[in-house]
């Protein structure tokens, strides 16, 4: 979609919100559902390496569609750097170790863990406990998962942790278990870099999957299809690329896929193979497959069907395998529509798709290949797609550093960790529960896709959110946390001259630049208080930092920083990435 087009969408959005809020609804109708164009946008870059220019803007984007948030250190940490180097340290940085679990943060209100776990220590392998203290734990997970995406260090990890967790689509409360949710979330972050099939293996005998889609009640007396259908339909093989596999294909799978159970005798809970829940008879698959026949197996050796079953799939249908998670990576991390322009499919989704079966399903080369590409850094693949609840609050906070009080114990840090896990849920990405086992709606549904996250419900949320972060704050345990607004203007490096200074919260900000009329419109009016030199702001500025304890000057220069930044951050531009 081309850029004027987002920009006219959101600001009809805007426009009609403010005059009235009922109004919006026919605006998302006849621009999201009707007369918006879609793939307007031509990227005619390849997968070839990009060799241009290497400046902000570059790695701000760069940044952008590979963290949660683009910090300003960040920003001169890979400025320093070449592009092809910069991708590469995105990788090699990602933390070595997994993040320490989960704590009891419910232990305010007299509330005692029923199964022993003390205040501030780790549920994660203590016994199952009773449905009160298992709601309470999958809400301390949530709450942590949001304080490890708050506190990512700059790396591309997890973007990608996220990814697969919509990917391979489970749901938190369906599992109910928190013990067991969590342990496949440490088991997706720990494989996010590595191997596909690997991955889709693990997937396979997960036990938070096999409560999910059924696999734990799936036997040979009475057949479950549920993730013999989803492995191919969403997982694989796709059903969105006119597949050849049959309704025979899925119900083989099925009969395959016996006897998995989950043995709670292990902690953590694990899954086991039960031969008296298997069919061991041969499993024959039709000729999309190549009439290949599994071999049943009796007793302990009927597991080694499931591998059989991976291999087959990642081995005769490869082709369209790696075309569609290359599909998928590509709607992620670049731009959701891949219908309308032919050019990408057979430009850049192709050639990922070769280097993925070339590297025995490794994903980091195909995740290079892609974010070195002259594809992914040409102008028209910046700021095209609209932000996600996750790079919108959780980006804010990360960009503007905002920091939890050091007096917070477990209990409070949660709950602040919580208010972001409410605000994205209540903006459409409940952090761990996906609508179903397609993922998350924008992340799926065609042809709209991002466009979902906006909507006269989520788009006024947002604003509200900035108007509070950038004011008051918000109020927890006691403290207020808001956007240290001159913080974040101290950090950029000519803070005095309104003009850099403009463009640079322009730069970190938005998806698409301002016009100079606006940018200029900004700057008189708030910086310079309707005067027309730039010293009315450099004056401001300087008195500032000569006597920051002065409480006029403070005053001074904080309202008109929160003034420009709300004016900035409310542009329709703001809510592209």
């Known amino acids: 979609m081309g850029n004027y087009d987002r920009r006219q969408f959101l600001g009809a959005v805007l426009d009609a919100t403010k005059a009235n ?34 400046t902000q803007a570059e790695v701000i984007h760069l940044l952008r569609r590979t963290t949660f948030g683009v910090r300003p250190g960040d920003v001169q940490t890979l400025l320093a750097m070449t592009p092809g180097n910069a991708v590469d340290y995105l990788f090699s940085n990602a933390p070595s170790t997994a993040p320490a679990p989960p704590l009891n943060n419910y232990y305010s209100g007299g509330y005692t863990d029923p199964t022993g776990v003390l205040p501030e220590t780790t549920w994660v392998n203590a016994a199952v406990g009773d449905g009160t203290v298992n709601s309470k734990r999958r809400s301390s997970l949530k709450s942590w998962w949001m304080g490890v995406l708050l506190n990512q260090n700059c790396s591309i990890l997890e973007k990608m942790n996220f990814f697969w967790h919509n990917h391979f689509a489970t749901q938190i409360t369906v599992i109910g278990d928190a013990r067991i949710a969590y342990f496949h979330h440490a088991m997706l972050r720990a494989n996010a870099l590595g191997n596909f099939k690997t991955l889709a293996t693990l997937v396979t005998k997960n036990p938070a999957m096999l409560i999910y889609l059924n696999g734990a009640a799936n036997t040979a007396a009475a057949p479950d299809e549920n993730y013999g259908r989803e492995f191919q339909e969403l997982f694989t093989v796709s059903k969105y690329n006119n597949p050849d596999y049959t309704e025979d294909d899925v119900k083989a799978a099925a009969h395959v896929l016996t006897g998995w159970q989950l043995n709670y005798a292990t902690n953590p809970v694990s ?85 993925l079966v070339a590297n025995n399903w490794d994903v980091v080369p195909v995740l290079k290949q892609l974010l070195k590409s002259q594809h992914f850094f040409d102008t028209n693949s910046r700021g095209c797609y609209i932000r996600t609840p996750l790079d919108f609050f959780v980006g804010s906070f990360r960009t503007f550093g905002v920091g939890l009080p050091t007096s917070f114990d477990t209990a409070k840090t949660y709950g602040a960790w919580n208010v972001l896990v409410a605000d994205a849920a209540a903006n459409g990405l409940d952090l761990g529960e996906p609508p179903n086992v397609s993922g998350l709606t924008a992340y799926s549904q065609s042809p709209e896709f991002y466009e979902l996250w906006i909507n006269s419900n989520t788009y006024p949320h947002r604003l509200e959110f900035l108007d509070t972060m950038l004011g008051a704050g918000f109020r927890t345990s006691g403290s207020y946390i808001k956007f240290d607004v001159l913080a974040f203007a101290a950090t950029c490096a000519n803070v005095s001259d309104p003009d850099l200074l403009v463009q640079y919260c322009c730069d970190m900000l938005l998806g698409i630049d301002l016009s100079t009329t606006q940018k200029d419109a900004f700057k008189v009016n708030i910086l310079l208080s309707g005067q027309t030199t730039n010293y009315y702001w450099t004056q401001a500025w300087s008195d500032y930092t000569t006597s920051p304890s002065n409480v006029t000057y403070k005053g001074i220069v904080t309202t008109r920083i929160s003034s420009l930044l709300t004016g900035i951050m409310h542009s329709a531009e703001h809510m592209l990435a």
């Open 21 to 54: 809020p009922a109004a919006d609804d026919a605006i998302f109708e006849k621009y999201a559902n009707h007369s918006l164009p879609r793939g307007l946008q031509k990227t005619t870059g390849t997968l070839t390496s990009y060799s241009g220019v290497w």
């Open 271 to 355: 899954s086991k193979f039960t031969p008296s829940r298997h069919d061991p008879t041969n499993k024959q698959f039709t000729s999309f497959y190549n009439n290949t026949v599994i071999t049943g197996q009796a007793g302990a050796a009927g597991a080694n069907e499931t591998d059989a079953l991976i291999n087959m799939i990642f081995t005769v249908a490869a082709t369209q395998v790696a075309n569609w998670i290359c599909t998928k990576l590509y709607r992620y991390f670049v731009y959701y529509d891949t219908v309308t322009d032919p050019s990408v499919q057979a430009n850049v989704i192709n050639g990922m798709a070769t280097t």
